[in-house]
């Protein structure tokens, strides 16, 4: 037979395997009874946990509105909950079967009557094909539950009670004291009320570990929102304290994530919102381009970021190990960003400009502000080459090569930078010349095959010394590798300087030099055995024969 509609049905046979559709962990099973408490109204909610040798048997009471009907209690998927409860939170109707397979007695009386009611389920009666014996007992009003929890320490017990009432919205007294409790956006530096819930803006990066949702103490880890400023560092997040939201759903039972769904969409659209409202309300703000005019789409009024950029450095071939103080400066009409040169050229050009009227004008190129009136207007260098003559031959390096290619190291008799510097907005440009005494040219894989690559055309001048140029060429060129097969950064660090130093000196200086530089690092090396009150000479012949002699200091 094929029928025409079909409609989804609950089996009863579900019953019977809700020990395996339930097996929660404490911290789920209190979770659950505290939020059936909150639910019912209650005032107070009290634990008692008490360990032995087999575990810890724990009693949760409250002063909540009761439960009339011993049968909803155990009814799979009927919460009993009153429509206004319903509307605002969707609850499951399986909070008490968290308890499933756990040895459970439950007392209870409701507003309505005189009397109320226990009930004890074995650790087998919970599948339905048993009946539970209910009797009538005087108690006051409220409900309490009891369990047993094998194999759980009292220290442990102890833990998992403060950290699940941390952020709970009622007083709780566990063992006869009150469990500390926080709010969970104490901390944050904005608060906005969205659809009966609460965003907070916090400073800093979320962390996987931290919770970012609260529901009544029910904590989730979910991203929501973050926003990052170009400059500076500093990074915003949300979370969100959950109110009465109808339209934000958990998915059952436990409730550790978010229903995809249109009211989450919003949500994370008003935690991004939220976050750009908290930076606007500051002073000044270092957002990029993108998220400015993001926010601005929201309806979030917020100024240009501040006209303010680090002073220009070059470029060192290892990123990370550029040491250098970061200084900002305003980007008035005379600041001039600089592109983001290789190593080769801007090493070469910051070296020429060291002492030029126009270096502490140079700032930081950031292509996430671009789009902003204030950067765009600001002024440009560019197109930066350097003109190297050696008697009738010429080169060329720049940013895409030298040509023709420096075979060899030059003792160039001239080598000029020329560059450019314009404004996009008026399209001007102006050539600039100065004279410059060295150049680079670096092979394609320079960064990671040691000093062998690299090209030097120099004029000789008294402040171009071998220690100078050696740093020149480990800004350059020096990159260690983190293959874990390759030596320590230190050790690929001072090899590298080691052949620096000698080419440096070779080139500056000449071969015999460049021998006594090695000479140099490898007996710097030894000092250490060497005594600290005696001279020592050391003397090598042709036939490598070594001749070492030590008189006193000073002679």
């Given at each position: ?308 950029l680090p002073v220009w450095h070059p470029r060192v071939a290892e990123h ?236």
């Amino acid at each position: 037979m094929i029928h025409t509609t079909i409609r989804p049905t609950v089996s009863p046979q579900t019953i019977t395997k809700v020990t395996r559709l339930f097996n929660g962990t404490i911290e789920d099973i209190l979770n659950e009874l505290l939020q059936n408490s909150r639910r019912a109204g209650a005032s107070w909610i009290g634990i008692v946990h008490e360990t032995n040798d087999l575990g810890t048997s724990i009693m949760v009471s409250d002063n909540g509105s009761g439960v009339a009907d011993p049968a909803q209690m155990l009814a799979l998927g009927d919460s009993g909950w009153g429509a206004d409860i319903a509307e605002a939170e969707d609850p499951a109707g399986m909070g008490v079967f968290s308890l499933a397979g756990k040895e459970t007695t439950i007392t209870s009386r409701s507003a309505d009557f005189d009397k109320g009611w226990t009930a004890s389920i074995p650790e087998d009666g919970w599948t339905g094909e048993q009946d539970i014996a209910v009797r009538a007992i005087d108690v006051e009003i409220g409900t309490t539950i009891r369990f047993f929890m094998p194999g759980l320490t009292a220290q442990c017990a102890a833990r998992i009670v403060k950290e699940v009432c941390k952020f709970y919205p009622i007083p709780v007294i566990a063992n006869g004291c009150e469990v500390p409790r926080e709010d969970f956006l104490a901390k944050a530096v904005h608060v906005a009320r969205w659809k009966g819930s609460w965003i907070g803006v916090f400073e800093g990066h979320e962390y996987h570990s931290e919770p970012t949702v609260n529901f009544h103490g029910l904590l989730l880890k979910r991203k929501l929102a973050g926003v990052s400023e170009t400059l500076g560092g500093k990074h915003y997040h949300a979370r969100l304290d959950i109110g009465a939201t109808p339209d934000l759903a958990l998915v059952l039972p436990a409730r550790k994530e978010f229903v995809q769904n249109d009211g989450l969409t919003a949500l994370l659209a008003a935690a991004r919102r939220t976050i750009f409202e908290a930076i606007a309300a500051k002073e000044t703000h270092r957002l990029c381009y993108d998220d400015w005019k993001a926010a601005c789409d929201l309806g979030v009024e917020m100024a240009e970021a501040e006209a303010v950029l680090p002073v220009w450095h070059p470029r060192v071939a290892e990123h990370d190990q550029l040491k250098v103080d970061y200084t900002e400066i305003p980007c008035g009409e005379n600041a001039i960003r600089v592109e983001e040169f290789e190593p080769a050229i801007g090493q070469a050009l910051g070296r020429a400009l060291r002492d030029d009227m126009c270096r502490h004008r140079l700032v930081e190129s950031h292509a996430e502000y671009s789009g902003y009136a204030w950067y765009d207007r600001l002024h440009q260098l560019g197109n930066v080459r350097f003109y190297i003559e050696k008697g009738e031959a010429r080169h060329i390096v720049a940013e895409n090569g030298s040509f023709p290619s420096l075979g060899e190291h030059i003792v160039a008799d001239r080598v000029e930078l020329r560059y450019c510097i314009y404004h996009q907005l008026t399209e001007y440009e102006k050539e600039h010349c100065r004279e410059a005494d060295v150049a680079f040219s670096v092979n394609e894989d320079g960064w990671y095959s040691g000093v062998e690559q690299i090209r030097i055309a120099f004029v000789p001048n008294d402040t171009l010394v071998p220690e100078v140029l050696a740093e020149l060429i480990e800004d350059v060129c020096f990159c260690a590798s983190d293959d874990s097969e390759a030596d320590s950064w230190e050790t690929q660090h001072e090899h590298f300087m080691r052949d620096a130093r000698e080419l440096a000196a070779e080139v500056l200086l000449g071969e015999e030099e460049a021998i006594a530089s090695r000479i140099r690092d490898t007996v710097g090396g030894i000092l250490w055995v060497l005594p600290k009150d005696r001279s020592v000479t050391i003397t090598i012949n042709p036939a490598k024969e070594i001749a070492v002699t030590f008189s006193q200091a000073g002679e």
